[in-house]
Nanobody, 122 residues
Framework: QVQLVESGGGLVQAGGSLRLSCAAS????????MGWFRQAPGKEREFVAA????????YYTDSVKGRFTISRDNAKNTAYLQMNSLKPEDTAVYYC???????????????WGQGTQVTVSS
């Protein structure tokens, strides 16, 4: 059974940092791109960052470039999202996902975690 479990969310002041982790089980990790998406109240789920299967390519939405870093450890079946210089507008539920195809589209991801709340206070 495939399972993605996020951790590391919480409450942080603006300018602070958090590191999200996504642990995968079920044997699919190394064969999938990994992505992070977020969804704020009343808004659609949006792409944040993605990383290729090997970790050699990374992709970010413009609003997080230079602040967030996505990485993966294929030996540990875990993906990470290091978030620095957090802003109140980064407040959302963050989801990790595993998939193939386009890095940016939710429809390209066939496995999703349950989400972890990130709240940034001003």
């Amino acid at each position: 059974q495939v399972q993605l479990v996020e951790s590391g969310g919480g409450l942080v002041q603006a300018g602070g940092s958090l590191r999200l982790s996504c642990a995968a089980s079920g044997g699919i990790f190394v064969s999938r791109n990994m992505g992070w998406f977020r969804q704020a109240p009343g808004k659609e789920r949006e792409f944040v960052a993605a990383i290729s299967r090997s970790g050699g390519s990374t992709y970010y939405t413009d609003s997080v470039k230079g602040r967030f870093t996505i990485s993966r450890d294929n030996a540990k079946n875990t993906a990470y999202l290091q978030m620095n210089s957090l802003k109140p507008e980064d407040t959302a539920v963050y989801y990790c996902a595993a998939g193939r195809g386009s890095y940016y589209l939710t429809t390209s991801y066939d496995y999703w975690g349950q989400g972890t709340q990130v709240t940034v206070s001003s």
